[in-house]
């Protein structure tokens, strides 16, 4: 059955965060001011077991949900997590997939498409050690990174996606070197609009660098024309390289907000569900699994607040907006 919000959107897309806990402390996301050794992780009974997660996964499902992306803090900290993508799997017609930093992909991509994954997008922001390692604070090398895209690739959870943010004064002198490297490999680049996500990475409008400033830097160099999208809804814009050599993305969420067909619904680790990235308050989730509610509740409460849902938060964004509560990235996924 599918769900239907107050301005007509399904509910397609599930992101299920498994984690509030990461190895990276990207400045844009996980400040380590903010996130330091004092700073309190949820506990392992707050978050939600892997059978919780796989309830609530087939309920979302059997409400029109056709991919779930599973995500964090980083995912593949978790423990024993190709035990979850195997019981995720097992759920018939679902597109699962991963967004990751990729520095444990090395070690995990084998178990995980033997799982059932079926491809992962991994992140990173540039391909100078200098900036990428002043970016993820805590000294990860570049080299480590493409080593976990290649197994990834290797194992066949591709096409291989690459997410890179872009800050303004940090790395946009990484950008045509991005491009033009993976382009070469041919895995798909796709460009992430620097965001006023939570609270802790303290943005300003004048750090974002627009989608229309990268797609023009790359068009000087390597020609692009825009492209479809593959299917109503995504998120990125494509463009494609004139000469038939593969394509880049553009996730414009800042400068070109695309809620009009926002698909997406957000589960935290500990059972929180967000119909908006930027949304103030969650619906609690876990204390309905632990309070012995049955699926025909569970259900009944996904759909009440999907049909009240009027989230359009990029679309309004503004100086007053910027100032409201919203929730750390880390905390409700990517
Ligand atoms: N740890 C995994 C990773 O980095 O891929 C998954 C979680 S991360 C929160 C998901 C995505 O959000 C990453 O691609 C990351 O670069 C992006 N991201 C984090 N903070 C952001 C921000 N402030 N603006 C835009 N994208 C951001
Ligand atoms: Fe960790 Fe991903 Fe956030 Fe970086 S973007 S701190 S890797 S959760
Ligand atoms: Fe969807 Fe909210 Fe982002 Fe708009 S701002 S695209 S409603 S998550």
Redesign the pocket.
Known sequence: MTLIDTLNRPLRDLRV?VTDR?N?R?V???PKEIFGSDYRFLHRDQILTFEEISRLSKIFVSHGVRKIRL?????LVRKDLPELVSMLASIPSLDLT?????SLLPKFARALKDAGLKRV???L?SLDNEIFKAMNDVDFPVEKVIEGMDAAAEVGLGPIKV???V?RGVNESSILPMARFFREKGYILRF???????HS?G?RMNDVVSAAEIVKMIDAEMPLESADPNYPGEVAGRWRYKDGKGEVGM?A?VTQAFCRDCNRARITAEGQLYTCLFAIKGYDFRAMLREGATDDEISQQIARIWGKRDDRYSEVRSENTIALPKVE??H???
């Open positions: 965060s990461c990276f990207c844009y996301c996980m995500t964090g803090g980083e995912p991963m967004t990751t930093n990729g997008t991994v992140s922001d997410n890179m943010v800050k992430i609009e620097y965001m006023d996500v939570g990475n943005w996730i969420s990235m880390s409700i996924g990517g």
